[in-house]
Every structure is written in C-alpha cells, then in structure tokens.
C-alpha cells in the first residue's frame, strides 16, 4: 500500500535556522506510521537537499504528495517558498503566498489590525532610506516611552529590544536595520504575556480557537525573548489560569478575527499583551514553532489531543486544497 509521501522542509537561510531543524524534527518524528516522511533540508546558503543529496525543488516535489514546511523567518513565512508551492501545485500546509507576505510584514499587519479595530499598541516605523538619526529623535520626543524596537519582518524576537534611552532607542533601530529594511516602533505595554492558537475545521468548528497560554518569564527577562522561548526556562501555563472568563473571551475572539483578517490558511498563532484596560495584539504567527518547547503543541495537548492528531489533521487540510 502506497503510503502518502510528506516532505518536511527545514533549515533555511534566516537566524532562525536552528528553530526550523527543531521543528522539522519534532514533525518527522510525530508523523503517523500512515505517512512516509522525506525529510527536505535547505542550508544556510539556499541549498536544497532530499535524502543526503543535492537536488532542484521541481525534482524533489515530483517524488512527494505535499509539503510541511517547518521553515521559520525569511524565506520561510514571507510568502516567498509559498509562491514556489503555489508555481509547482504541490499541496501545501499552511497560509498561501499572500497570507504569509502580509502577517510577516507586521508594519502592514498593524495597518490591518488598525482597520479590523483590533487593539494593538500605538506604532510608528522607520525605513533605511531615512535619514534614520533625525527620524529617530522626532520618533523619540513623540512617541510614549519606553518603547518596544524590532525588525518589521522576522520571529523569534531576533533583534527585539525594549529602549528605556534614547541611545538604546538609536542603538535598537540601528541593529534592527542590520536584519531587515524596516524597523517597528511600538508603545512598550506592560501586562501578562499570552499567545493563543488556531486551527481550521477542527471538532466541527470552522476556526477552532485553542484556550490562551500565559507566558510567565524569569526574572532578569524583559519579555518573552530567544532565550526565555527556547531554553525551558520560562511557565507556560494552558489553560491560562489567572485570566477570567471575559479576558479568555476577548483573546480567543481577537485571535479568530486576526487569523480571517490577515486572510490566513489552516493554522496560526496570535501573541498579546493583556493589560488592565483589556488584551492587545502584538503580532501573529503563520508558521508557529512545534519543537517540543514550542506553545502551540502543548496547547493541543491541553484540549485532549495529541501533536499526531493535530499533524495528521493539517495534512487533510492541506490535501483537502483550501
């Protein structure tokens, strides 16, 4: 009997590289025995490879049924290996091409969440054309402080600092502008980090929403950064226990809106700040990390599933061609 083939793309070209071969792994290793893994290793210089040797995406994708792409950050979640998906008509799991472009852009995803009336904190932005010293002090005397610095495109909060001065406010943008084109500026608000999950067409609900998790992060961590994501160092506690009813409510239906405004597919992830004066969206995740310390697995888990169960389920989504 034919097993269905799954190429599990990872590595890549960002600073994310190193979460993508987690992630890539801990799929491989959860698929269930009905499907054949392949596991499709991109390098650092852009190299594709499939079972130890170098080859072209058009010959691997004529060997396999549909793809997982377990990529994170450039290349992997702006819309740019999509389009490569989209130009062979290989099923695919995930957001299409132009779902992906958009919720990577955060500057554009702000401007979305600003149309939805979705709270989100208050943003300014910066490009590398401007002449970035003067831009930044107007920024500096306008904006409230402190203020939260990071790359408009990327994850894993690389290049993300809170700036308490205006040397660290100039330092930020500039090590920003080292990672991307584009830097985002935002209001720092302070509150309990959540993240909160979704999944399409799953136990009979169109947009199933996972309950929030509460991200509680060690002393010494200014915010939910590379460190404290991934060295098993922070709480991660699902279901969020100190939120109320009303809190949940609002996370679960901000989390459902992001996903259909920025016209994502199959599953995604939203991050907030829950403040006193309600929850709001800092950004949100197409391609959320699923190594074994990642919040969207352990939010399956929560419900009474299983990661083979949620693997499995994005892999009928992705056949299923919608």
Same mark, same amino acid.
């Given at each position: 009997?034919?097993?269905?083939?799954?190429?599990?793309?990872?590595?890549?070209?960002?600073?994310?590289?190193?979460?993508?071969?987690?992630?890539?792994?801990?799929?491989?290793?959860?698929?269930?025995?009905?499907?054949?893994?392949?596991?499709?290793?991109?390098?650092?210089?852009?190299?594709?490879?499939?079972?130890?040797?170098?080859?072209?995406?058009?010959?691997?994708?004529?060997?396999?049924?549909?793809?997982?792409?377990?990529?994170?950050?450039?290349?992997?979640?702006?819309?740019?290996?999509?389009?490569?998906?989209?130009?062979?008509?290989?099923?695919?799991?995930?957001?299409?091409?132009?779902?992906?472009?958009?919720?990577?852009?955060?500057?554009?995803?702000?401007?979305?969440? /600003?149309? !939805?009336?979705?709270?989100?904190?208050?943003? &300014?932005?910066?490009?590398? =054309?401007?002449?970035?010293? $003067? *831009? +930044?002090?107007?920024?500096?005397?306008?904006?409230?402080?402190?203020?939260?610095?990071?790359?408009?495109?990327?994850?894993?909060?690389?290049?993300?600092?809170?700036?308490?001065?205006?040397?660290?406010?100039?330092?930020?943008?500039?090590?920003?502008?080292?990672?991307?084109?584009?830097?985002?500026?935002?209001?720092?608000?302070?509150?309990?980090?959540?993240?909160?999950?979704?999944?399409?067409?799953?136990?009979?609900?169109?947009?199933?929403?996972?309950?929030?998790?509460?991200?509680?992060?060690?002393?010494?961590?200014?915010?939910?950064?590379?460190?404290?994501?991934?060295?098993?160092?922070?709480?991660?506690?699902?279901?969020?226990?100190?939120?109320?009813?009303?809190? /949940?409510? !609002?996370?679960?239906?901000?989390?459902?809106? &992001?996903?259909?405004?920025? =016209?994502?597919?199959?599953? $995604? *992830? +939203?991050?907030?700040?829950?403040?006193?004066?309600?929850?709001?969206?800092?950004?949100?995740?197409?391609?959320?990390?699923?190594?074994?310390?990642?919040?969207?697995?352990?939010?399956?888990?929560?419900?009474?599933?299983?990661?083979?169960?949620?693997?499995?389920?994005?892999?009928?989504?992705?056949?299923?061609?919608?």
């Amino acid at each position: 009997m034919h097993k269905i083939r799954v190429g599990v793309i990872r590595g890549g070209v960002s600073n994310e590289y190193s979460v993508s071969i987690k992630t890539g792994a801990a799929i491989i290793n959860n698929l269930p025995e009905k499907y054949e893994a392949v596991d499709i290793f991109i390098d650092k210089s852009g190299v594709w490879h499939c079972a130890g040797v170098v080859q072209h995406p058009a010959d691997i994708f004529s060997h396999i049924d549909l793809v997982i792409n377990a990529l994170h950050g450039y290349y992997g979640e702006d819309g740019k290996i999509q389009a490569l998906f989209e130009k062979y008509a290989i099923p695919y799991v995930g957001s299409d091409s132009f779902g992906s472009a958009l919720a990577m852009n955060k500057v554009l995803a702000k401007e979305v969440f /600003k149309k !939805e009336g979705l709270r989100s904190p208050y943003y &300014a932005y910066i490009e590398e =054309s401007e002449d970035v010293l $003067s *831009r +930044a002090k107007e920024l500096y005397r306008h904006m409230p402080q402190p203020t939260v610095v990071k790359p408009a495109s990327g994850g894993s909060s690389f290049g993300v600092i809170i700036a308490k001065t205006f040397n660290e406010f100039l330092e930020g943008i500039e090590n920003a502008l080292a990672e991307d084109t584009m830097v985002l500026i935002e209001e720092c608000k302070k509150g309990k980090e959540i993240s909160c999950g979704l999944v399409e067409r799953f136990r009979g609900e169109e947009h199933y929403v996972f309950p929030p998790i509460e991200i509680i992060t060690p002393k010494g961590s200014a915010f939910f950064d590379y460190e404290a994501k991934y060295n098993g160092i922070s709480q991660e506690l699902c279901p969020a226990p100190s939120l109320s009813k009303e809190e /949940k409510t !609002e996370i679960m239906e901000m989390t459902r809106k &992001a996903h259909k405004a920025l =016209s994502l597919r199959h599953y $995604s *992830r +939203a991050d907030f700040i829950l403040t006193p004066q309600g929850a709001y969206l800092l950004e949100v995740n197409t391609l959320p990390g699923l190594t074994e310390e990642s919040l969207l697995p352990k939010a399956v888990e929560a419900v009474g599933s299983s990661f083979q169960e949620f693997l499995e389920h994005l892999i009928a989504l992705a056949l299923q061609k919608k």
